[in-house]
């Protein structure tokens, strides 16, 4: 699942709202000032962006960010010494499907931000998608449609 745009928007509120009270609360203790602590805290932020990770094969967070608004897949790059062993058999599957390169997608766990600080909500946001399906499947079921079982259920129980 992809974050709604909605979402992604409110996240980087969420960002800029934690640096803003950082700034101020580092300020207070460092004797500084707010607008120093918000460059320095502004350059951690950059520094992550720009800077290539493991996980992310190699790319920077924001080459993955700019691929994906570009509408450009994140593919495996090739394989090196040093890729773990998950990643090595991606490589082999790939051969075994002719060298068809693989895509991928950053998924953190399958856990958003607003899941891991609200499980209640994430719990019932599981919950009504499993109702939706169900009654999808229902009304497929009496028009004599076949059903789509991919989703089914969505829940993490």
């Known amino acids: 699942m992809t974050e709604p745009y909605q979402a992604c928007a409110l996240y980087q509120?969420?960002?800029?709202?934690?640096?803003k009270c950082a700034a101020e609360e580092l300020a207070a203790l460092r004797h500084t000032s707010t607008s120093a602590e918000s460059e320095h805290i502004d350059q951690i932020i950059r520094?992550?962006?720009?800077?290539?990770?493991r996980d992310l094969h190699g790319s920077s967070p924001r080459d993955v960010m700019r691929?994906?608004?570009?509408?450009?897949?994140?593919?495996?790059p090739p394989p090196s010494p040093?890729?773990?062993?998950?990643?090595?058999?991606?490589?082999?599957?790939?051969?075994?499907?002719?060298?068809e390169r693989h895509h991928w997608f950053v998924d953190d766990g399958g856990m958003s931000l607003l899941d891991e600080f609200d499980p209640e909500g994430s719990d019932e946001y599981f919950r009504i998608l499993d109702e939706?399906?169900?009654a999808s499947h229902t009304a497929k079921?009496?028009?004599?449609?076949?059903?789509?079982?991919?989703?089914?259920?969505f829940s993490r129980n």
Do not use: K, S
């Not at 691929?67 to 495996?76: A, F, I, S, W």
């Open 141 to 153: 079921a009496q028009l004599g449609q076949p059903p789509d079982n991919d989703n089914l259920p």
């Open 47 to 53: 520094d992550w962006l720009f800077t290539p990770q």
């Open 82 to 99: 040093d890729d773990d062993e998950m990643l090595q058999e991606l490589y082999e599957i790939e051969e075994l499907c002719g060298g």
């Open 13 to 19: 509120q969420l960002v800029r709202h934690v640096q």
């Open 132 to 134: 939706r399906a169900a």
């Open 67 to 76: 691929r994906e608004e570009l509408g450009e897949p994140n593919v495996l």
